[in-house]
């Protein structure tokens, strides 16, 4: 079982629709992000929860919802997205939510097409 | 501002070293990080520095000097499957929060 897993692996949606994006890790972690990845542009982390508490929204436009139901699960709904919006959305999750220090481990990504 | 700058690409010949550089601006530092990522995977962790130095591991080693806002990663040995974007990236703030570059695309070749 590997630590963080992502469903769907690739996904293609018009403008109109709305969809789910669904990470669980397996490592017992506390904090789980939500990150963005476009082409030939740095990693842009979107939200952290600690907890299944945000405590963190990088000034992401309200068509992206994340949902904590627990430690393990995180999700991020869609809908309304723009083209612009085609990236590859990461996951990731670390093991003390207040370490500055600890690592975190990423998932496979979605790769998100919008047309 | 924060600011990660780091090499968009570079190529390797097989069995050589090749050394990434990695300079950084940003308003806090409480470590770096050095992600590798194959294409369409995931980024897994190679290393982390916190203390000015070199830390080694294995074919893979990490360099950092926090006065000069520097860090670079070297690989010794190249091989084919070391092909890869390697991702440099400064904790810098509170809660957890990572700041990345954009990433140097490594190609290896025979």
């Known amino acids: 079982e590997t630590g963080v897993t992502q469903t769907p692996r690739h996904l293609v949606m018009g403008m109109t629709n709305k969809k789910s994006l669904k990470c669980e890790q397996h490592l017992g972690h506390n904090a789980m992000y939500w990150y963005k990845q476009s082409a030939k542009k740095p990693l842009e982390l979107m939200f952290v929860y600690s907890l299944e508490e945000r405590v963190e929204n990088n000034s992401v436009p309200s068509r992206f919802s994340p949902e904590c139901p627990n430690s393990s699960h995180l999700f991020l709904h869609l809908h309304t997205l723009q083209p612009e919006d085609s990236a590859l959305y990461l996951c990731?999750?670390?093991?003390?939510?207040?370490?500055?220090?600890?690592?975190?481990?990423f998932g496979p990504g979605t790769r998100l097409t919008v047309l | 501002g924060q600011n990660i700058d780091q090499p968009t690409e570079m190529t390797a010949t097989e069995g050589a070293i090749v050394q990434i550089n990695c300079t950084y601006q940003t308003s806090g530092f409480n470590g770096l990080f050095w992600y590798q990522q194959h294409a369409g995977e995931a980024p897994t962790f190679l290393s982390y520095?916190?203390?000015?130095g070199l830390e080694e591991k294995g074919r893979f080693s990490s360099f950092l000097s926090r006065s000069k806002g520097y860090s670079y990663l070297l690989l010794k040995e190249l091989q084919m499957k070391d092909s890869a974007s390697y991702l440099c990236?400064?904790?810098?703030?509170?809660?957890?929060?990572?700041?990345f570059g954009t990433g140097t695309l490594l190609a290896v070749q025979p």
């Open positions: 990236a400064v904790e810098g703030g509170a809660t957890n929060k990572l700041i």
């Open positions: 520095n916190v203390l000015d």
């Open positions: 990731a999750s670390s093991h003390n939510p207040i370490s500055s220090t600890d690592t975190q481990y």
